[in-house]
């Protein structure tokens, strides 16, 4: 596979310097200040919002998971990204006034002020075992194999080149180098994206030779309730919980928006990144089924190999470096989005409470140390890749899914029913992980191969529900524990809710939640634009 020529080497070395160069600007804008360091100066204008939201998205274990699932079962899984759109538009008109409100960093605070400390502490830390076990981890893994596989280069070498890079611009520029890199990097993502679909296109003969020759059911995205993947109704009900999660309350998407200039350019970036988020069906998906398509030896079994693959097959010199740059710059900049987040819970929710005297460059500087340490765990946890098999990579991002439904409901009810208190919140969050916990054991002693030990049991049903499936099912028992105990117990004080819920939310009076007429009218039209098409590519691939 080791196929790349000078060419591609010095696309990449462009690469890397413009993205230097970018981060290397960014710390010279940037003020010894907390929120510079950690909000950019909530000075960000729309366009960098709205690709940075984009970009934190997407990860290179996410362009070969896509292209991997295309060449195995279709667009189906196109479902997660359309929907997403419409969920940055919740995130953009619902939750972000109240965010923008509340003057907040991080979304554990938010939550420590709707409920009690409790809650934060608890969203805290599991925000920040999530990253460094989930995150960081699966970046490094999927990322290094993929460079290994395409350049040769080894896995030492090129993760840890990737870790030294990306930690240095975000330990230099904080939240502003991530923010303006991401632009640059969703320009290089798509200019190598859109080179590999139109070669593909080109070596098919077209998109109806496309269609015509691709299996059976493979651009149709709706299936039957009892689909193994993606049900109708579990896209329809479970998907958007998840939806709101990483959309609406995970730090590492929400911190951009809380650095925007205002609400109008907040709102802004999530309508931009929503159309942003239509084109990875077409850019990532459907070059995986070409390689289906092209490669006659290639089945679900060998889908994950489909983008490599395609990439070496049909990019000329040049063009190869060009996507490769491109699946660097989704890698660090996901990587750069969660060693920042990560870095701002730690110096604000933890670091900050234990030192609340602590000044504007002690802060700074904890935050410049913590996103070192992040990139040192980072390199240190290399040599162990090789012994992680990507089932258990897929059992630990399912963690996330199951500790999702309890966070949903304590942040979306939370904003809608002012009754609900912090003991509702909390029993809320420990029963849903608990249960969430007790379905990833069960399913881990299941097993893929059916082990038998649960067989013909009530356990055995209960592990094999369809994941979007259970993730409506237990949103639903976390919303009648949260409302349960919530009403069985004495009110939330009112500093809990004033400014926090619907029914107590205020006026905006101050310079960030404003708006001015204009762009929210330019913002209503295109939010009902990006519905309409959306709808419209339903139908299309219905």
């Known amino acids: 596979m080791n196929q790349l020529q000078f060419i591609d080497f010095f696309v990449i070395f462009l690469y890397f310097a413009g993205v230097l160069g970018v981060a290397w600007w960014a710390f010279l804008q940037n003020k010894n200040e907390s929120e510079g360091y950690f909000l950019a100066g909530r000075d960000m204008g729309w366009i960098a919002v709205g690709t940075s939201l984009f970009m934190s998205n997407i990860g290179s274990e996410h362009l070969v998971g896509l292209a991997g699932t295309g060449a195995a079962s279709g667009l189906a899984v196109g479902h997660f990204e359309w929907l997403a759109a419409l969920i940055l538009l919740v995130l953009g008109w619902l939750f972000v006034p109240f965010y923008l409100r509340s003057g907040v960093y991080t979304m554990p605070e938010f939550l420590g002020r709707r409920y009690n400390s409790a809650c934060q502490g608890y969203f805290t830390a599991i925000s920040i075992l999530g990253y460094v076990l989930t995150k960081i981890s699966v970046s490094l893994y999927a990322g290094g194999i993929i460079i290994q596989e395409v350049t040769g280069i080894d896995l030492w070498v090129s993760a840890g080149v990737i870790v030294i890079v990306t930690g240095l611009y975000t330990v230099m520029g904080g939240l502003r180098a991530v923010v303006y890199t991401d632009i640059l990097q969703t320009v290089v993502l798509f200019l190598g994206s859109f080179a590999l679909m139109f070669a593909g296109l080109e070596a098919l003969g077209g998109w109806p030779e496309l269609v015509a020759k691709a299996p059976e059911g493979f651009f149709s995205m709706w299936k039957s309730s009892d689909h193994t993947d993606f049900p109708w109704t579990g896209i329809v009900f479970g998907a958007p919980i998840l939806g709101v999660w990483y959309w609406c309350t995970d730090q590492c998407i929400v911190q951009r928006t809380l650095s925007a200039k205002n609400l109008g350019h907040a709102r802004g970036g999530t309508i931009l990144a929503g159309y ?160 969430g916990m007790l379905r990833l054991v069960l399913e881990l002693v299941n097993g893929p191969q059916k082990t038998g030990l649960l067989a013909g049991s009530f356990w055995e049903t209960f592990a094999e529900i369809n994941f979007l499936h259970f993730a409506a099912l237990l949103f639903v028992f976390c919303s009648v524990v ?21 029914a107590h939310r205020g006026k905006t009076v101050q310079t960030k939640e404003t708006e001015t007429r204009a762009r929210h009218r330019l913002n209503e039209g295109l939010s009902l634009a990006l519905v309409g098409i959306i709808a419209t590519l339903w139908w299309l691939f219905r």
């Open 276 to 435: 942003l988020k239509i084109l990875p069906v077409f850019l990532f998906i459907v070059p995986g089924i070409m390689a289906r398509v092209l490669f006659t030896d290639m089945d679900a079994s060998t889908a994950d190999k489909a983008l490599p693959r395609i990439v070496m097959h049909l990019l000329s010199p040049g063009m190869k470096g060009l996507f490769f740059a491109a699946l660097l710059a989704a890698l660090m900049s996901s990587l750069s989005a969660v060693f920042n987040s990560c870095s701002t819970l730690i110096t604000w929710d933890v670091f900050r409470k234990w030192k609340p005297e602590a000044s504007e460059a002690t802060l700074v500087s904890v935050g410049r140390w913590t996103t070192g340490l992040l990139a040192v765990l980072g390199l240190l946890w290399i040599p162990f890749m090789k012994y992680i098999s990507s089932q258990l990579y897929i059992y630990l991002q399912s963690v996330q899914g199951y500790i999702a439904p309890p966070i949903a409901a304590c942040f979306l009810l939370g904003l809608f029913i002012s009754r609900i208190n912090g003991k509702g919140a909390i029993t809320s969050l420990l029963m849903g992980f608990a249960v």
């Open 482 to 502: 949260l409302l349960g105990v919530s009403f069985l117990t004495e009110p939330p004080r009112p500093e809990q809710i004033q400014g926090l819920t619907w």
